[in-house]
């Protein structure tokens, strides 16, 4: 299905089972307390200062509606990935996420933390809950991975095996400890942890792949990458694609739905569009996906 195509939300569900797949595993969809969630989309609103572009967010619905276009696009399982960005706020939304979950069966129960004393007190408190994937954002949370508060969090998740998906890249803005430099220096003292880089790393790329190459259980998710959107201000460079054709395993399926500025297809399509096969496809697209987030057929 090229470009030229282009496909629609409705279309989507033709890909997956095109490919024989049960669905999409899709390991980057945010839920939010209400009150966050709309401060969050007022900051999208305002994206032209901040990021000299705007944010139509696509999927501005309430709750309900949200899942219910999860369900029909075929996300069938999803993360709610909340994250603070100050001291203080992790352990209510772990709570929140926790309660999330518990509501909603199809929601895979996420957790979060800060650099914070008692951090590693609370992670492993939501892991004996029962979270299943963790969110870190570096550049929104304002911290440096490499913090000391944050080591014995790092190796519980390590222990423990549960994915940790890190905004850790320099895109769409940089921060003070954005970039590959800090979470390989993590990486390098916790070698199995299961760290998820979002947008593949966005800008730096190539640096994050070396990290993935480098370390067995880490993963890039596809959030925004490849889309138009994103190409204009943060083109894929030819040889990190062309390297992903043999990464297969490494890549899985991310989108920030809902708070994407065009349609949920758009990411499926740009993902299709880069032509490496139904094999490939079919592994980034669920199987990688699936065994992240510790679902089944």
């Known amino acids: 299905m090229s470009s030229a195509q282009s496909l629609t939300d409705a279309e989507v569900p033709q890909v997956w089972q095109s490919l024989g797949l049960p669905g999409l595993a899709d390991v980057h ?93 609370y992670v492993g408190e939501a892991l004996e809950r029962g979270a299943r994937i963790f969110k870190a954002h570096v550049q929104v949370g304002q911290f440096d991975p490499r913090d000391e508060l944050l080591d014995e969090v790092w190796g519980l998740l390590s222990e423990a095996g549960v994915p940790v998906v890190v905004h850790c890249g320099s895109g769409p803005i940089p921060g003070a400890h954005t970039g590959p430099a800090p979470i390989g220096a993590v990486l390098r003292r916790h070698p199995s942890l299961a760290a998820v880089i979002a947008h593949c790393g966005m800008p730096e790329y190539a640096e994050h792949l070396e990290l993935a190459r480098t370390y067995r259980n880490v993963r890039l998710d596809t959030t925004m990458v490849g889309t138009p959107y994103i190409e204009r201000v943060a083109p894929l460079p030819a040889e990190v694609l062309d390297a992903y054709r043999s990464l297969a395993d490494k890549i899985v399926l991310g989108t920030d739905f809902p708070n994407i500025p065009y349609s949920y297809a758009t990411q499926i399509q740009s993902l299709v569009d880069w032509g490496f096969g139904d094999d490939w496809l079919r592994q980034v697209l669920w199987h990688n996906g699936a065994e992240l987030l510790g679902i089944g057929t």
């Open 29 to 121: 969809v945010h839920f939010l307390p209400p009150g966050m969630l709309a401060k969050v989309w007022r900051y999208f609103d305002d994206a032209e200062r901040h990021y000299g572009m705007a944010w139509p967010v696509q999927y501005r619905d309430d709750e309900r509606q949200r899942i219910d276009t999860l369900h029909t696009l075929g996300v069938r399982h999803f993360p709610t990935l909340c994250y603070p960005h100050k001291p203080g706020m992790a352990t209510w939304l772990n709570d929140w996420c926790a309660d999330f979950a518990a509501e909603h069966p199809d929601a895979v129960h996420s957790a979060t933390f800060f650099p914070e004393p008692g951090a590693a007190l």
